[in-house]
């Protein structure tokens, strides 16, 4: 929050936080897969949909959130400040994980309209790459119709780029994160990899040392050599951007790291620590075929 504003919040009965901003006055354990936070949504349960759930309900709520997000002045100030620099970078593929329940959750929708938003504004060929463990059938044809490719395997983030590549990870788990530069490690696929995601300035503020050298170790050696962008935190809906960051690394200052500085082993995250839905947890659930992806 800026020092000229402050924010009043209110939730709505879609389930948002909506701010208003108004002028300061001056003066002198084991993991619980039904809790884990994958991405936007919690998983509290993993049931098949509805069956008065359907494509073209979900498209006429996607209609009016889009136009709701592209005629905000929160819109306005990212096509000014963030949209140019990813337009410049020569994006080449984007990578959304983490989108959540996209069907039944309005955030996940205005998300989604977002990174749409984006793809036409860099007038990005390539189709959007989506996964995330708990979508259902009907997110996944949700996806295809908007011509969205959705990827079958669990990765957990560890994707290569070997092209331009800008993860999208909208509220995602930090240790998602940290396997994405874990990953890409070399300086020539750190050139090659843009991330928006919750803020690393954040994490590194809001962690013990002790926790971010298990969970995000990765984040914190490359903080110092990242170039970060707020995203504006004038958004109507407060819980859907808040405390997201572009983020771009420096890799002129890396190009100066002695070779330690390069060493990667592999993360392992204690049990009682993970944020994710790993491909060995989600290979155990048993959930009907309507709510996963094989």
């Not at 939730?11 to 108004?22: M, Y």
């Not at 908007?146 to 560890?158: A, H, M, T």
């Not at 958004?235 to 330690?260: C, G, V, W």
């Not at 392992?268 to 989600?282: A, K, M, S, V, W």
């Amino acid at each position: 929050m800026s020092q000229a504003e402050q924010q009043s919040h209110v939730r709505n009965s879609d389930g948002f936080i909506l701010v208003s901003f108004k002028k300061r006055k001056h003066k002198g354990k084991k993991i619980d897969v039904q809790s884990v936070h994958f991405g936007s949504t919690f998983t509290k349960r993993l049931s098949p949909d509805s069956s008065s759930a359907s494509i073209e309900s979900f498209f006429r709520k996607y209609t009016d959130t889009k136009s709701d997000l592209t005629s905000s002045p929160f819109f306005n100030e990212i096509t000014e400040k963030v949209f140019p620099i990813l337009k410049q970078a020569e994006i080449s593929r984007i990578i959304c994980l983490g989108l959540g329940r996209l069907s039944e959750c309005p955030i996940s929708r205005h998300q989604l309209a977002f990174i749409f938003c984006l793809k036409e504004y860099i007038n990005l060929q390539d189709r959007i790459k989506f996964f995330d463990p708990i979508f259902s059938q009907l997110e996944i044809k949700i996806l295809q119709h908007l011509d969205g490719v959705v990827l079958k395997e669990n990765l957990e983030g560890k994707y290569l780029s070997n092209e331009k590549t800008l993860f999208y990870l909208p509220h995602c788990p930090k240790q998602i994160t940290n396997n994405i530069l874990w990953k890409n490690w070399r300086l020539e696929l750190l050139n090659n990899t843009i991330i928006i995601s919750n803020s690393f300035e954040s994490i590194l503020i809001s962690n013990p040392r002790r926790f971010l050298d298990i969970s995000a170790n990765f984040i914190r050696k490359i903080a110092e050599y990242c170039d970060e962008i707020s995203l504006p935190i004038n958004y109507k809906h407060a819980d859907i951007f808040n405390d997201i960051s572009l983020h771009l690394f420096n890799t002129e200052a890396l190009r100066l790291k002695e070779e330690q500085f390069w060493e990667a082993t592999e993360p392992l995250y204690n049990e009682e620590n993970l944020e994710f839905i790993t491909r060995e947890i989600q290979d155990t659930l048993k959930i009907g075929d309507d709510d996963f992806h094989n």
